[in-house]
Antibody
């Protein structure tokens, strides 16, 4: 059974950093493009970024609001996806999900002083 | 950046049929946009109903179907049930990005 579990969320001050992880199981992780999506409280879904498979170049793309601050990476040997978030802003407060066609439960990131 | 549009809200009677649409500011939506449809109920994580225009997951009720309709991607619900009341989001793929629509709040009433 396919499974995604995000971790690493928490409370961080503006300007701070946080690294999220997403542990995948039950499918061929290395063969799948992975995405990060977020949802601010009471708001809709927002695409954060994606990372290609190594076969497809392993490069990542980002949404404009996070470009230059967030970095997506993957460790196929650990079936794990990462989201490094730097220079965090209050507007980055959201539940963060890693997704393929499957969704994890999400992890809450709160940016507040 | 492209803008993806969805109806903000729709109402369907129990047992009725409703079509939700997903449009792109760049022109007609095609299979090359790999449209996905997600359902989200209050307090829950979203789940994927439809991927790549019309493919269903094992958990997708048969009453949901995805298609291209005119210039849009479409999600059709035939035989609405009370448990289908939820927010529905589409996402489209563009070169080097993906964009969500604003979501449709579906009421079964």
């Amino acid at each position: 059974e396919e499974h995604l579990v995000e971790s690493g969320g928490g409370l961080v001050k503006p300007g701070g950093s946080l690294r999220l992880s997403c542990a995948a199981s039950g499918f061929a992780f290395s063969n799948v493009w992975m995405n990060w999506v977020r949802q601010a409280p009471g708001k809709g879904l927002e695409w954060v970024g994606q990372i290609r498979t190594k076969t497809d170049g392993g490069t990542a793309d980002y949404a404009a609001p996070v470009k230059g601050r967030f970095t997506i990476s993957r460790d196929d040997s650990k079936n794990t996806l990462y989201l490094q978030m730097n220079s965090l802003k209050t507007e980055d407060t959201a539940v963060y999900y890693c997704i393929t066609t499957y969704w994890g439960p999400g992890t809450l990131v709160t940016v507040s002083s | 950046q492209a803008v993806v549009t969805q109806e903000p809200s729709l109402t369907v009677p129990p047992g009725g049929t409703v079509t939700l649409t997903c449009g792109s500011s760049t022109g007609a939506v095609t299979s090359g946009h790999y449209p996905y449809w997600f359902q989200q109920k209050p307090g829950q994580a979203p789940r994927t109903l439809i991927y790549d225009t019309s493919n269903k997951h094992s958990w997708t009720p048969a009453r949901f179907s995805g298609s291209l309709l005119g210039a849009n991607a479409a999600l059709t619900l035939s035989g609405a049930q009370p448990e289908d009341e939820a927010d529905y989001y589409c996402i489209l793929a563009y070169p080097n990005s993906r964009v969500f629509g604003g979501g449709t709040k579906l009421t079964v009433l």
